[in-house]
């Protein structure tokens, strides 16, 4: 998050737009900072993206718009933080409905049922002061009912929702330069990654490794283990040759190249790997975060959108040939014919796994079932079949299991063998 100008104001440098955004401990420093602050965009320094297609502007006048996502149903959620406002749009050329409202919205992400996890207290000052001021709300993508679901955090800019579902949130401006809060339930891990200055979060298609890119300090995309958080490497950052230039909000794609904004170059960059880095978009005044559509009926998933603290949603077509799969996850629905049997005797199991998506049930190739010690895959029609022969009466799961959903579980219930007749 970079300090915003509102739609319709005169133009500050931008030096003076953002004058809390990092600690500097000398007067070189101070120096060199207000260098970086007002140097030119880069010249070209980044080779444009092969196949790019030109950007084009699909809205304006939204406010300052910090983070933006997507959901199944084709639909863009918009966090405007100088109005305060969560902003969901349900199509193009659909005027935006305001969602919810709440102080200063900062990053946006999706929970496993389905609900919108956004920040609130997203301000440079808020980072700076670090006293608590900021959490993250629940807003149901429907209605907009709105609930705080943690607080006590010094900033929430970027929010990424992990696998085993720890909301992970950047302090970009707090204590001792920034960090990353680990949000389980109510309960805030602070510090749980002191990695200074980080603003956009992304999470690898794996679940493995979290990507930051950082606002303050030499630009770069940080990559931290989740199981090793300490662990922290610099995973891509530009050249001499590319400029100074700071990175803001961050997407990726399914084959987990990084889509993220760059200030003051007014571009986006795409990361194939470290040394790897392309423009996929220049001449976009203030980007601050990009996200993919939903698709369907609503924005292409193969489109990036780009959001500015101006008020504008940019679109630039066909930016991925792998979009990854939008929030939230679908959950998996389990069935498994017999449900009874008698302890003792074989039995043919039936499973069938399906997935509900935009009031349509369709069947899931590719699952993996586990029941009573063994494993299956269903087929193109989301069905399989094992053969298991239970020794003891009990209660039996059956686990479902599928990238990019929810697990499912269902339960065979195991009776005692029959009594013989003398």
């Not at 074989?346 to 997935?355: D, E, L, M, Q």
């Not at 029609?381 to 239970?390: D, T």
């Amino acid at each position: 998050m970079h300090a915003a100008r509102r739609q319709g104001q005169e133009q500050a440098p931008l030096a003076l737009a953002r004058p809390l955004t990092l600690r500097v401990r000398s007067a070189a420093a101070a120096c060199a900072l207000l260098a970086c602050l007002l140097a030119p965009p880069s010249a070209l320094a980044a080779p444009d993206c092969p196949g790019t297609a030109p950007p084009r502007e699909v809205m304006s006048g939204l406010g300052v718009l910090e983070a933006i996502a997507a959901d199944r149903a084709g639909r863009l959620y918009l966090s405007d933080m100088g109005g305060g406002r969560v902003l969901r749009v349900d199509r193009p050329g659909a005027e935006p409905h305001v969602l919810a409202r709440f102080p200063s919205p900062g990053g946006l992400t999706w929970d496993a049922d389905g609900t919108l996890i956004a920040g609130y207290g997203n301000g440079a000052a808020q980072g700076v002061a670090d006293n608590g001021q900021a959490g993250l709300n629940r807003v149901d993508p429907d209605s907009g009912e709105t609930a705080t679901i943690a607080s006590g955090m010094g900033m929430a800019n970027g929010v990424v929702r992990g696998p085993d579902g720890a909301v992970y949130v950047t302090n970009t401006f707090g204590r001792e330069g920034g960090r990353i809060d680990r949000v389980r339930g109510a309960q805030v891990d602070e510090a749980w990654s002191p990695v200074d200055g980080l603003n956009g979060l992304v999470i690898d298609r794996a679940g493995q490794n979290l990507y930051g890119s950082s606002t303050s300090g030499p630009p770069r995309i940080a990559r931290i283990p989740i199981a090793r958080p300490a662990e922290v490497e610099t995973y891509a950052a530009p050249t001499e040759a590319d400029g100074l230039n700071g990175f803001d909000g961050m997407a990726r794609d399914d084959a987990d190249r990084l889509y993220v904004t760059t200030q003051p170059a007014e571009e986006v960059w795409r990361i194939d790997g470290p040394g790897r880095i392309c423009a996929l978009a220049r001449g976009i005044e203030a980007p601050s975060a990009v996200a993919f559509g939903g698709g369907g009926a609503g924005f292409p998933a193969d489109s990036l959108y780009v959001i500015t603290f101006t008020g504008r949603v940019i679109e630039v077509p066909a930016a991925t040939d792998r979009p990854p799969a939008p929030g939230p996850p679908l959950r998996l629905r389990l069935a498994v014919e017999p449900r009874t049997v008698r302890a003792g005797r074989a039995a043919r199991f039936r499973f069938r796994v399906r997935a509900a998506d935009r009031g349509r049930t369709l069947p899931v190739a590719g699952a993996i079932v586990r029941f009573a010690g063994r494993r299956v895959a269903t087929d193109g029609a989301g069905r399989a079949e094992l053969v298991r022969r239970i020794v003891r009466p009990r209660a039996l799961p059956a686990n479902a299991t599928a990238r990019g959903y929810q697990a499912a579980r269902a339960q065979v219930r195991v009776r005692a063998p029959a009594l013989r007749r003398r």
